[in-house]
């Protein structure tokens, strides 16, 4: 091959490996979708996505396997094929037709690493539906190619000078290797890691479901700390809630004023609300993921940046609300320092140094807080994959157009039902509204439960 190849980046890596020890290979789909309330000519948006090919080199990666291991290399345009525009009368066709979609892995390594669909929908409004690999885009990069796509429609349909495109994905995945292949920065996040593990207490798993499900009090019984990752029965279904508006307001109100970040304030509200409905558990580890965009050259451009790390979360009740939140912030720019780490080590010295079954995980959630900017009258749609390895994967992102923040709860159907979720998310907004009202309130002096009381069904101190 005459072309520069390249092996996977570490962000990269860790999608590669969902998929390559997951039976489901449809793993690695990420599917979104934007709606438009006005109509739109798809003619028009057909040349729209050819040029958004074009634009962004992320889309024309190309993989291969080299001894064993995964490669990429960035080819040059090629024609792209027309998009088959669809209609569905009912928005129960609608939903079978997605079912149908992310049911179908993604075939990157025959070169398809995006799909596009165009949808009249049900409601008769304009859709474009995308299903992509998560070796080529992440939440965030799939906002760089919507709002570039948008761009490119509004110039074709005015008239106008295109806007510029955004950065080259090849120039980030150099510059990530060139990171990655220092052999002393990787002694220091391993340092780093293992003693975060090492001197501190072991983390306890806490689910949204509460502590009477039926796993895991039957785990509870064997002394186990947390459920078994279950690989073979993971299906997932995601149940949709919001943060009202003038929640919101106070929300960034507050960070704003207290040099906060509201991904931190909002993550750290929902380990809380998860250590207090689980019977005020002190330590526990939910997954952040990390938007590694530091440049301007970064925040401008798709691809996959994102990484993950497990959030050493410790909950000391004797304290404020505020302290608690100030030294959960302070870690937190330590850990962001080091996610760079590779996944499988940091797993291996978890194992290693709790003496824990490779089975069992002690992620209680993950968490993602996604800063969108799709203009005013385009809704933005993800919907779930249909499986996952961990318990409860959280996704928040800001509505531009409402300000509301929308919250997507994607958990195994195994052991957390819908009325679970909807218990959580009114727990998760009570001590959220509680704290902002109050940020000096000591933490033991949080009421979990909505008053009047709305929920009744877990026994907080079994």
Request: aromatic share 12%; charged share 25%; glycine share 4%.
């Amino acid at each position: 091959m005459n072309k520069s190849y390249y092996a996977l980046t570490p962000a990269q890596d860790v999608c590669y490996l969902q998929c390559k020890f997951s039976i489901f290979k449809r793993v690695i789909n990420i599917l979104s979708s934007i709606t438009f309330t006005e109509e739109i000519d798809f003619d028009l948006m057909n040349q729209a996505y050819k040029l958004l090919v074009e634009r962004n080199d992320c889309l024309r990666i190309k993989f291969f396997k080299k001894k064993g291991k995964l490669h990429q290399y960035f080819d040059d345009y090629s024609p792209v094929k027309d998009v088959k525009v669809l209609s569905f009368e009912t928005e129960e066709k609608q939903a079978d037709f997605i079912d149908r979609v992310k049911m179908r892995p993604i075939k990157y390594l025959r070169g398809t690493v995006i799909e596009p669909y165009f949808v009249k929908t049900f409601d008769n409004r304009s859709m474009v539906f995308f299903k992509v690999c998560h070796l080529v885009l992440d939440v965030y990069g799939i906002n760089v190619m919507y709002r570039d796509l948008i761009g490119i429609y509004e110039a074709l349909k005015n008239g106008t000078e295109l806007p510029p495109p955004p950065a080259s994905y090849e120039e980030i995945v150099k510059k990530d290797l060139e990171k990655s292949s220092n052999q002393n920065m990787n002694e220091k996040h391993r340092e780093y890691f293992t003693n975060l593990l090492t001197y501190n207490p072991e983390p306890f798993y806490a689910g949204i479901h509460g502590p009477n499900q039926k796993i895991w009090q039957k785990q509870r019984k064997k002394n186990a700390r947390s459920m078994p990752v279950f690989f073979i029965n993971n299906d997932t279904q995601t149940y949709r809630h919001k943060i009202d508006r003038e929640t919101v307001k106070k929300v960034l109100d507050f960070c704003q004023s207290n040099q906060q970040s509201p991904a931190n304030l909002l993550f750290y509200v929902s380990s809380l609300t998860l250590a207090m409905l689980n019977g005020n558990v002190k330590n526990m580890m939910p997954v952040g993921l990390y938007n590694c965009r530091v440049s301007a050259q970064e925040k401008n451009c798709g691809g996959t940046k994102a990484q993950s790390g497990g959030c050493y979360t410790k909950i000391n009740y004797a304290a404020s609300f505020e302290e608690n939140l100030k030294a959960f912030s302070a870690e937190q720019l330590k850990l962001y320092r080091h996610v760079k780490f590779s996944d499988l080590e940091f797993e291996s010295l978890m194992h290693g140094i709790y003496r824990s079954p490779a089975w069992e995980i002690y992620y209680s959630m993950g968490y993602s807080l996604i800063p969108f900017d799709i203009p005013d009258g385009i809704e933005f749609n993800m919907y779930t994959n249909g499986k996952g390895a961990l318990p409860a994967y959280v996704v928040q992102f800001l509505n531009s157009k409402t300000m509301e923040i929308d919250m997507a709860y994607d958990v195994q159907v195994k052991i957390t039902s819908e009325e679970d979720v909807r218990i959580y998310h009114s727990l998760y907004l009570n001590v959220l509204k509680q704290v902002l009202a109050n940020p000096e309130i000591k933490v033991s002096d949080i009421s979990l439960h909505p008053s009047p009381v709305e929920v009744d069904d877990y026994d907080l101190h079994k």
